[in-house]
């Protein structure tokens, strides 16, 4: 069985930082892909950044420049260093991870339980 947690939420001053961490655990033999998510009330969930097994990157318009995802391949785990943040990036913040339980098993998403940021005066 596989599980997926975040941790780093929380609140901060618009202009600040914070950094998410994701942690997989459980039957794994590798993860293609770990991305971040987040979901406001009301709008649909938005994919914020992914990072390949050998460290390709992408970010979704709005945090390019801002937003860092970087993973360790060794521990299986994720990283989103949030710099200059702003009242729009105010949401649930979800870890997600394409992976498989062996070599000839195929791939399967899996989601963490998702970490509140708010930023805010």
């Known amino acids: 069985q596989v599980q997926l947690v975040e941790s780093g939420g929380g609140l901060v001053q618009p202009g600040g930082s914070l950094r998410l961490s994701c942690a997989a655990s459980?039957?794994?033999?590798?993860?293609?892909?770990m991305a971040w998510y987040r979901r406001t009330p009301g709008k649909q969930r938005e994919l914020v950044a992914t990072?390949?097994?050998?460290?390709?990157?992408t970010y979704a318009g709005s945090v390019k420049g801002r937003f860092t995802i970087s993973r360790d391949n060794a521990k299986n785990m994720v990283f989103l260093q949030m710099n200059s943040l702003q009242p729009e990036d105010t949401a649930v913040y979800y870890c997600?991870?394409?992976?498989?339980?062996?070599?000839?098993?195929?791939?399967?998403?899996?989601w963490g339980p998702g970490t509140q940021v708010t930023v805010s005066a």
């Open positions: 997600n991870a394409a992976l498989r339980a062996t070599m000839s098993a195929p791939y399967y998403n899996y």
């Open positions: 459980g039957s794994i033999f590798s993860i293609a892909v």
């Open positions: 990072a390949t097994e050998n460290g390709r990157t």
